[in-house]
């Protein structure tokens, strides 16, 4: 079928919202295209190998898929004759009709963009929507400027939507997003026996813990699980309890004074009053500033994130996941999860609030499930190291000079060596171990470190730190404590301990 | 946007219900030259800061009814009657 041509989907994922059982089509551009009952129009897109969903204002560079949760102007479409719909939260009907926008004449070829290689004569702040001189062509100019503004067409014959209904509501207390601060805030004023309405923009409750399979542990009055599970035991004492109303697929666009939520729902404008607001809306993930960083194929963690979880479907391969806080390795231990090859993690050299321990778990997960894949059957350990000084993380230096600067950098202070293992085998994580040690260097000579370069060469730059402890990279130390083989960068002790509980080796 | 006003008979109600009757004046007496005549009509305190004002509950109770408002901040600190 023409729309399975590039099937991007993935073997059924626990968590997602389609029902592969129920198939339907629509059109793209005249192209056909299947999806699954519960797609957005962009998962199925993606589903379907198409990258380039729209394209920009100005120079009309290829946009594809950013934040996957209709956040971002960059997967608008014209579906049905209505402009400006986002095709990542506008679930999939049978035989809709969705075409481009801001392309001509078609998105994969669109003649304006022409205008990203002239970008030196229209540089960012020139008003290209505006013509002053000569005046005799502003008859001409208006009707191309005409063209080229704005975004998205209107069909002046077709039925305008004009039909919003306006609602009055009012409450006890407003709740406004459904992710699991939310959704504990809603459980914690019902307990009071107090009244609350819950409001949430996505289609289903549980914000970010649906596609968040990392696992949760610690949770007063729930029992551990994975993001998922927790979601649905949340969701389910909320849907139970008497005191709550939930409005799901609910945008709060405003709070205005003395608490007046204004609220899109579907197209309905419902003006809520309540006693009390709980503003419990989240977070959003930035993008990375590099050059280019606007092409298709370049999202954001959570929008990956949501298209293998909520919709099975590949973001795409290969891929690199470029991070600065411990979120990015759930998203890349995801994709290999997912059954997808080759995932590299590029990590930023400063903590920046992530935790050390949690990067070297989820890299030493992330490397046991990746060979793994190429062994099915055997029995995979990962490891991995982080050596972290006061919130500055420390890697194997690639050259001399570099090991050089990282001892002077570590001279006379106390930094931890972080080990974590990993046990898997056919793809899941059978046993997981992390350990900390610290270590006071001491305050060395100049004369002793060229000595000590001088001596050890390149044998420095396989090592986290420049040193190696069990040499004569011990007499770079004053003090240390912790275990000696998390030190050397694998906690060796309790993986013993593991293989012999699985009978690996001799008890 | 549309805050509440705290209606002395009704209660608190969405402002859009009231109408807005302008700064609390002193009439002249009859023995008042022209001058305070024209300032009544023409000159207002229109002070940065509290002032007293008239409110009318035009689609509710339609009584007429003192507020104490700060203009700076928009914020109604008491409303009662005259």
Partial sequence: MAGDSQNQRLKPQPTELIDRNERMEFRFDGRRVNAHQGDTVASALHAAGVSILSRGFKYHRPRGLLCGAGRCPNCLVNVDGVPNVRACTQPVRQAMNVRHQNAWPSLNLDFLSVLDRLQWLMPVGFYYKAFHRPKFLWGLAQRVIRQVGGLGTIDIDADPVTNYRHRYHHSDVAVVGGGPAGLAAALAVAEQGVGVTLVDDQPELGGHLLFNSRNLSGLPDLVDGSGPEVANRLVQRVIESPHIEILSGATVFAHYQDNLLTILHGDELVKLRAKSVVLATGTYEVPLQFQNNDLPGIMLATAAQRLIHLYGVTPGDPAVVATVNDQGYQAAVDRLNAGVDGAAVGRSLRADGGDATAAAAALADCKALEVCRRHPGALVIGADQILDCDGVWFGKPAHIERARDDLLALRGRVHRQLSAVSVARDGATLWRHAEAARLTMRDFSQSFLDGHLAAQGDGLLACAGAYRLEGPGVQLFAAIEGDYFTILGLPLLPLLGFLREQGVIEG | ?82
């Avoid at chain 2, 009231?18 to 305070?36: K, V």
Wanted: glycine share 6%; with cysteine; net charge negative.
């Fill in chain 2, 1 to 82: 946007m549309a805050f509440l006003l705290n209606c002395p008979n009704c209660g608190e109600r969405n402002v859009h219900e009231f109408h807005f009757g302008g700064e609390a004046t002193s009439r002249p007496t009859p023995n008042s030259t022209p001058d305070d005549w024209i300032s009544y009509f023409y000159n207002r305190d229109n002070v940065a800061g509290v002032q007293r004002e008239w409110w009318n509950h035009r689609y509710g109770c339609r009584k007429w009814f003192f507020a104490l408002r700060d203009t700076v901040s928009n914020q109604i600190q008491e409303t009662f009657w005259p």
